[in-house]
């Protein structure tokens, strides 16, 4: 069973609306990734966090946000919903920000814009 | 940024033959490429994973090549079974510290 935890598992939202998604990394984990999977695509990076801090990120608007917490759990909070928005939501944690081994996935939250 | 090509988009195989999925990357300072089975509503699994300073990794069935000098790596699946339909994911891990993911693969075995 993978240590990385996301909730919820699944969202409906309407257009306009916020919405927060959250992840709790592997222990021992320092780092966590975002990611967006459209349906039929291959995950989008989103950003990454690094012992709180935002450590890249990729081609989203800024009504994407995110937070890491001191033990390493993070959010992310989209805003002004759109219906281009409806995807699963992957987070991942990492045991070091400079490999890309390691990565662990969540099972993943299914957000739907209506 | 790092750019992954995959190819092709769709693959059926029949049981017991081999598959073989190609990806291409752009950032040379790629050092790490793994590849993901992700099936229907699940997250994600690693299956198989290279670095940089090895060409070739085998476990069981499951094979991945990697050419530096062409940026490219393909996942090599041998005597293919029914369970292993699912899509497939190539990734690069680049001097960005991102994983960049390719388009995927559906790969369907008919018994």
């Known amino acids: 069973e993978t240590g990385v935890t996301q909730s919820p598992t699944h969202l409906i939202k309407t257009r306009g609306q916020q919405v927060t998604l959250r992840c709790s990394s592997q222990s021992g984990h320092n780092t966590v990734s975002w990611y967006q999977q459209a349906l039929g695509q291959g995950p989008q990076f989103i950003f990454q966090y690094y012992r709180e801090e935002e450590n890249g990120r990729g081609n989203f608007p800024p009504r994407f946000s995110g937070l890491q917490f001191p033990n390493y759990s993070s959010e992310l909070n989209v805003n002004a919903l759109e219906l281009d928005d409806s995807a699963l939501y992957l987070c991942a944690s990492s045991l070091e920000v400079r490999a890309g081994y390691g990565y662990t996935f969540g099972s993943g939250t299914r957000l739907t814009v209506v | 940024g790092e750019n992954v090509e995959q190819h092709p988009s769709t693959l059926s195989v029949q049981e017991g033959d081999s598959a073989v999925i190609k990806c291409t990357y752009s950032d040379s300072a790629s050092n790490y490429f793994p590849w993901y089975k992700q099936e229907l509503g699940k997250r994600p699994q690693l299956i198989i994973d290279?670095?940089?300073?090895?060409g070739e990794k085998k476990d069981q069935r499951i094979a991945v090549t990697l050419n530096k000098t062409a940026k490219h790596f393909s996942l090599h699946i041998t005597e293919t079974q029914p369970e292993d339909s699912a899509v497939y994911f190539c990734a690069a891990f680049g001097s960005n510290y991102k994983l960049t993911f390719g388009k995927g693969t559906l790969l369907t075995v008919n018994p």
């Open positions: 290279i670095r940089s300073n090895v």
